[in-house]
């Protein structure tokens, strides 16, 4: 049976996730627009500009990820949107108007549709795993391209207008839960790639969604404070450990896009994300490096907390509203929780891939009608499976990158 061939795991919950993340996507569009007007009523021209800055450069970083995997691969696209556009040669002019996302939502939504409605074969469900994988990729690279460092402005602004309260925390926990969420996403989407006799619970979802939460916040909270602080030092701050994640991200020697100048883009992304959270890249020794990052962000949070404190110190009652003495212990609290919690679920609720065999795209030729896209050929299984194995290219090699990474 072709169930055999493509064992993958794309359930009805997964689709629904794809139409609210193409809403929340498009209320997010709406949210920054009434955002930089309110800056603009409120003559905050330099938050505005960092801003409208960290907006453009965002979907900039988005669009060009999304042309050179769309360049990769023109002649197995398998959606009719997809093939549509590309015909008419409207795919590079989508990106360039910076609505390249929409047209992968787009392409999901379709396949996704058509094999819940039909109920189409498993090559119809796999072409639909790895299209989303693609497109959660993305939604990652723009939670911390765009979320993440939006989060810190928006909570520097409020620190040194001092308008902390309640309903502004309230705001700012949704915030970082939104990007832990996106984060849990992206978790999820990886669980295609497991057999389907071990399905990952909400309850891993949930610890995983916990455990970043809990670490996320401390981080932001930190790079907050600093910055109301030391608003033009922030930016030597960024630049320097940027750069420092990003020949990390090299030495990994990461092989994650198809041409070896690409890669580079990958990494500087990959160090913008570990400025923020944890994202792994490689297989290897995966706790000795986690310890090594954790312990080295922990380090560079507490010098961000130790400026804070000492410029609170030195211009004593202007911050009368936050105590160094609970914000510190309370930070370095949640910090110390989330590691716990990590480790909690690395150890009982995370499938191992030393255990759990990973679904892979060439094991046993079992996946190389999936790698050509072609979905009207009459090959059978055993002509498939005799094919000679084919170097992965595109999204498959993406997402079983991904996936053997992710299941370490």
């Known amino acids: 049976m072709m169930e055999e061939s493509f064992p993958f795991h794309y359930s009805l919950l997964e689709y629904l996730f794809t139409l609210v993340g193409l809403l929340m996507f498009l209320l997010d569009i709406v949210l920054d627009i009434w955002t930089v007007v309110s800056f603009y009523q409120d003559r905050a021209y330099v938050v505005m500009a960092v801003m409208i800055f960290l907006l453009l450069g965002s979907s900039v970083l988005l669009q060009v990820f999304s042309w050179l995997w769309y360049s990769d691969s023109m002649n197995k696209i398998e959606t009719k949107v997809e093939k549509f556009t590309d015909r008419h040669s409207l795919i590079k002019p989508f990106h360039f108007l910076q609505l390249g996302v929409y047209l992968r939502y787009a392409g999901v939504i379709e396949i996704s549709t058509t094999y819940f409605l039909q109920h189409t074969n498993s090559f119809t469900e796999g072409v639909a795993v790895y299209l989303n994988h693609d497109l959660q990729m993305l939604r990652l690279f723009e939670t911390f391209s765009e979320s993440a460092p939006q ?151 507490m010098m961000l907390l130790g400026f804070w404190w000492w410029k609170v110190f030195e211009y004593a009652g202007c911050w009368s509203s936050l105590n160094p003495h609970i914000v510190i212990p309370t930070l370095l609290g949640l910090y110390a929780i989330g590691i716990l919690v990590k480790i909690i679920y690395y150890r009982w609720l995370h499938p191992n891939g030393d255990k759990e065999k990973i679904t892979e795209p060439t094991e046993k030729g079992k996946f190389r009608r999936a790698a050509t896209c072609d979905t009207d050929s009459e090959s059978s299984l055993e002509d498939i499976a005799a094919a000679p194995a084919q170097p992965l290219t595109g999204v498959l090699k993406r997402s079983s990158t991904m996936a053997a990474n992710f299941y370490f």
Not at 245 to 267: D, F, I
């Open 151 to 301: 989060l810190t402005l928006m909570m520097t602004r409020i620190l040194q207008r001092g308008e902390l309260e309640l309903i502004t925390g309230f705001k700012i926990l949704t915030s970082a839960a939104a990007i832990s969420c996106s984060v849990a996403m992206y978790h999820r989407s990886m669980r295609a790639f497991l057999p389907a006799k071990r399905k990952m619970s909400w309850i891993s979802t949930g610890v995983y969604f916990l455990w970043n939460l809990l670490l996320i916040i401390p981080r932001v909270t930190a790079l907050a404070l600093f910055c109301s602080v030391l608003p033009c030092y922030i930016i030597a701050h960024f630049l320097s450990l940027w750069m420092l994640l990003v020949l990390a991200a090299w030495s990994q020697k990461t092989n994650y896009m198809e041409h070896s100048g690409w890669e580079w883009l990958y990494r500087a992304s990959i160090g913008l994300i570990w400025y923020f959270s944890w994202f792994n890249v490689s297989t290897g020794s995966i706790k000795l490096k986690s310890i090594l990052y954790y312990s080295f962000m922990a380090l560079d949070t």
